[in-house]
């Protein structure tokens, strides 16, 4: 089974950015859309971004729009995830996911998704 890594978490202050990065390796798999979710400290893992790779459509939680970007490489990979203007709240462990099955839009529910990276933590001080 392919194997998903995350890298790019750190440290910032508030209203800084960072960009994380998820990439494959190993045996080949098909997936439908790409995703990011986190998991804040005492918190349920919750959906941040999706990407379809067929056409690129985008989607994304209400928290994070405007502030957030998924988007991939022309080669496929990595996906990424921009995120601008941090917040304290949105410090967490953030992992990227795949999801194999192919749907009519993506799916923001973590038990979709087949294939989960071991995670980076974002932390945001104030």
């Known amino acids: 089974q392919a194997q998903l890594a995350e890298s790019g978490g750190g440290l910032v202050q508030a209203g800084g950015s960072l960009r994380l990065s998820c990439r494959a390796s190993?045996?080949?798999?098909?997936?439908?859309?790409m995703a990011w979710f986190r998991q804040g400290p005492g918190k349920e893992r919750e959906f941040v971004a999706g990407?379809?790779?067929?056409?690129?459509?985008?989607y994304y939680a209400d928290s994070v729009k405007g502030r957030f970007t998924i988007s991939r490489d022309n080669a496929g990979w990595p996906v990424y995830l921009q995120m601008n203007n941090l917040k304290p709240e949105d410090t967490a462990v953030y992992y990227c996911?795949?999801?194999?099955?192919?749907?009519?839009?993506?799916?923001?529910?973590?038990?979709?998704?087949?294939?989960w990276g071991q995670g980076t933590q974002v932390t945001v001080s104030s």
């Open positions: 190993g045996r080949f798999f098909s997936s439908s859309a």
């Open positions: 990407i379809r790779w067929r056409d690129d459509y985008t």
């Open positions: 996911a795949a999801d194999a099955t192919f749907r009519a839009g993506i799916s923001d529910y973590f038990d979709d998704y087949d294939n």
